[in-house]
Nanobody, 121 residues
Framework: QVQLMESGGGLVQAGGSLRLACVASGSFYPVGHMGWYRQAPGKQRELVASITSSASTNYADSVKGRFTISRDSDKNTVYLQMNSLKPEDTAVYYC???????????????WGQGTQVTVSS
């Protein structure tokens, strides 16, 4: 089984910064990609950023230039550095990992429990 443990959420004022971390454990290799999604109250879960096993990154337009995703393969950890935070960034942030199968139809996604990020104006 795969476990994803997020940390680093909290309350911050607008313009501030937070750094989220997600540690993966269990049978998660080979990794297709890891990433962060968020879900605000009354809204659908949306992709924030992702990073592939070859370190290619992808960002939502709303966070480009403010958020940076990175990973430390030795520590099985992915990070999300969030700068210039805005009240609209308030949401529960979820870590996700896609474990690759022998073919794409056997790929499997895993999710963390989520960590709350609250940005006050």
């Amino acid at each position: 089984q795969v476990q994803l443990m997020e940390s680093g959420g909290g309350l911050v004022q607008a313009g501030g910064s937070l750094r989220l971390a997600c540690v993966a454990s269990g049978s998660f290799y080979p990794v297709g990609h890891m990433g962060w999604y968020r879900q605000a109250p009354g809204k659908q879960r949306e992709l924030v950023a992702s990073i592939t096993s070859s370190a290619s990154t992808n960002y939502a337009d709303s966070v480009k230039g403010r958020f940076t995703i990175s990973r430390d393969s030795d520590k099985n950890t992915v990070y999300l550095q969030m700068n210039s935070l805005k009240p609209e960034d308030t949401a529960v942030y979820y870590c996700t990992l896609r474990r690759r199968g022998l073919s794409s139809k056997y790929d499997r996604d895993f999710w963390g429990q989520g960590t709350q990020v609250t940005v006050s104006s």
